[in-house]
């Protein structure tokens, strides 16, 4: 709830989203965006933030969902690595994990991604998308992305274009619409 609605409003579980407590809303929410906020902290700080009372075989689980494992053990002190101000000693793709690490572990019903891959290589994208479809299974998810390919498994794709919507559509009619391909994914 970083901005209320203009028109309308946004319903979770039939109840308006100003009217709900700003904590009880941020508990239902797990986000992971393009430009990920990491504290100067540990690795394990930074993944168990919002859900602290957690196993080392938990972190571990989602760090592996999240295709984090594999560069979490090359550190110097593996989860108890500091990585500095904002995640400054990762890549970005590095960073991005441990975020979505962080979603994994948090296991809220609603789910926000925004960009969440975009600074993963295309096959580190391809392992990530896969955990993120199981993460997916039983909520609301809201994905903003500019790659169609992460958004093919969606019920649903709203394209958006300088605020208004173009269209929405199932992922195969808008792969369909060659006008909508064309402009907006370069297809």
């Known amino acids: 709830r970083f ?11 039939g109840v308006d989203l100003r009217d709900l407590t700003l904590s009880s809303l941020r508990e239902q929410v797990a986000l992971v965006t393009q430009d990920v906020f990491l504290f100067h902290d540990t690795v394990r700080a930074n993944i168990v933030a919002g859900k602290p009372n957690v196993t080392d075989a938990q972190v571990r689980a989602a760090a592996e969902a999240a295709q984090a494992w ?9 989860l108890d690595t500091l990585i500095g101000d904002r995640g400054q000693k990762l890549s970005g793709g590095e960073r991005q994990r441990l ?4 979603a994994l572990l948090k296991d809220a019903p609603i789910l ?27 909520r609301t998810t809201l994905v903003v992305a500019h790659r169609l390919s992460t958004v093919l498994s969606a019920d649903r794709i ?10 929405e559509d199932t992922p195969a009619a808008v792969m369909c619409d060659r006008k909508v391909m064309a402009a907006y994914f370069g297809a």
């Open 70 to 78: 594999g560069f979490i053990e090359r550190l110097p002190n593996g």
């Open 99 to 102: 975020s979505i690490a962080r």
């Open 158 to 167: 709203i394209v958006i274009d300088k605020g208004e919507k173009i269209c």
């Open 3 to 13: 901005f209320d609605p203009l028109e309308g409003g946004v319903l979770v579980d």
């Open 112 to 138: 926000l991604l925004d960009e969440a891959t975009s600074a993963l290589d295309t096959n580190t994208e391809a392992l990530v998308q896969a955990a993120l479809r199981d993460l997916m299974r039983g």
